[in-house]
């Protein structure tokens, strides 16, 4: 049964940092992309960021010089590192995975359960 594990949220001060993984566990026949979203209270989810299973790597603008992506494919694992934490980051994270656990069908969004990131001192 294929499914995605978070790890690694917690409370943080501003100008700190955090780590975020994501592990897409059972069989897979393919991951094209992993990406990390976010919720903040009374926003709308967005797209932090995304890297693709040829390494295409994409940020949104409030992230770029503060965050970075990587992937391990044999693992099938993805790390958001997270310097230079804002208030304005916290948010639940949830961990997304494009892919298919079969040769057979469409590719198909699979959902992390989220992972809260609070920034306060």
């Known amino acids: 049964q294929a499914q995605l594990v978070e790890s690694g949220g917690g409370l943080v001060q501003p100008g700190g940092s955090l780590t975020l993984s994501c592990a897409a566990q059972?069989?897979?026949?393919?991951?094209?992309?992993m990406r990390w979203y976010r919720r903040a209270p009374g926003k709308a989810r967005e797209l932090v960021a995304s890297?693709?299973?040829?390494?295409?790597?994409y940020y949104i603008e409030d992230a770029r010089g503060r965050f970075t992506i990587s992937r391990d494919s044999a693992k099938n694992t993805v790390t958001l590192q997270m310097n230079s934490l804002r208030s304005e980051d916290t948010a639940v994270y949830y961990c997304?995975?494009?892919?298919?656990?079969?040769?057979?069908?469409?590719?198909?969004?699979?959902w992390g359960q989220g992972t809260q990131v609070t920034v306060s001192s």
């Open positions: 059972g069989s897979w026949f393919r991951i094209s992309a």
């Open positions: 890297i693709t299973s040829e390494n295409s790597i």
């Open positions: 997304q995975a494009e892919g298919k656990q079969f040769s057979y069908g469409d590719s198909m969004p699979y």
